[in-house]
Structures are given as structure tokens and as C-alpha cells.
């Protein structure tokens, strides 16, 4: 499969949650977190800040297919996220968002910033296909790619740190 990420790269993958986790594709801002079950990155297809994917590296669908010790590794990092994310991203809500049609087994962080909720309304998940299809049409400036590296950078810093 192909697709462009959003500073225009095009990116080649089969599963794009193993082909990131594996490293074998590259994104903007890298990996923000890995251990050997997970791998934590800023989604490559929408640049709002604290938009993170938490991925298993393994080839799962399902939270079902995890071990114990993977269930319990990954919501312990889901937690550490989502501390980080609400101290560094000014917002009103985080939606997390399983996708049901994934072939591959990860979550998203949504934050609803100010921005977001200023031009959308009042956090609601029936939105989510909408701002996001939105999001992913947009154009980055380099002012906007400087903000959102920039924040990577400090979610990285923190989630590494704490771990």
C-alpha cells in the first residue's frame, strides 16, 4: 500500500503499524516510544499535537491476542501517555479511539485542543471521521511542523524518562 504522510512523504508499507514498529517505514518525528511489545508515534497522516497511535509490534487484531504481561505493559504505557499528553497539550478531552476495521491492533490518542473544539464544537466521538478526514487534508506549514516536532520531542523526552 501507498500513502502520503503529512509533510509529503510517501510512505510503502504492507501493515503500516508493523512496518513502523519494525522501522522499516520512516515517519515525521520517528518513534516516540518503543519497548519490545509497543511502539508509541505521533500518527503520520494527521499533525495535531498529542494525536498519538499506541501499536503493538506483534501482529495482533484484537486486545484479546495479548498476554497478560502485554495487557498489562501496554495500559501501563496507555497511562503514562496519557499523563504526559494532558500536561504538555492544552485541551479539554482526550478520546481514545480503537479502529474496528484495523488489521493490525492500536489505539489512538484524540486530543480536543482549543483549536479543535473551537472549530468543530464540543468534544463528541460521531465527529471524529469528519475532523479527521479534515486534519489529514490539511497542508503543514513549516511553522506548524516546527510546533508539532517540537512537541514530539518533549512527549519522547517525558515518556522515556518516566519508563
Known amino acids: 500500500m501507498k ?4 509533510l509529503g512523504n510517501e510512505l ?9 514498529a519494525n522501522k522499516k517505514t520512516e515517519i515525521p518525528g520517528g518513534l516516540i516510544f518503543e519497548s519490545k511489545n509497543f511502539a508509541v508515534y505521533q500518527d503520520p497522516f494527521v499533525p495535531l499535537p498529542g494525536f498519538l497511535v ?3 509490534k506483534r501482529h495482533i487484531k484484537a486486545i484479546n491476542e495479548m498476554s497478560v504481561k502485554e495487557y498489562n505493559e501496554f495500559f501501563a504505557l496507555v497511562e503514562k501517555g496519557r499523563k504526559i499528553i ?4 492544552p485541551m479539554e478531552k482526550i478520546t481514545v479511539v480503537q479502529e474496528d476495521k484495523a488489521e493490525h491492533f492500536n489505539i ?11 472549530n468543530y464544537g464540543e468534544p463528541d466521538k460521531r465527529k471524529l471521521a469528519y475532523i479527521l478526514n479534515d486534519l489529514r487534508s490539511e497542508k503543514i506549514t513549516p511553522a506548524k511542523w516546527k510546533e508539532l516536532s517540537e512537541t514530539v520531542e518533549i512527549i519522547k523526552k517525558e515518556i522515556n524518562s518516566k519508563l
Open 3 to 6: 500513502k502520503t504522510d503529512f
Open 12 to 20: 510503502i508499507f504492507e501493515c503500516l503499524s508493523c512496518s513502523i
Open 54 to 56: 499506541f501499536s503493538s
Open 86 to 89: 494532558k500536561k504538555y497539550i
Open 108 to 118: 489512538w490518542f484524540f486530543p480536543w485542543t482549543k483549536e479543535i473544539v473551537t
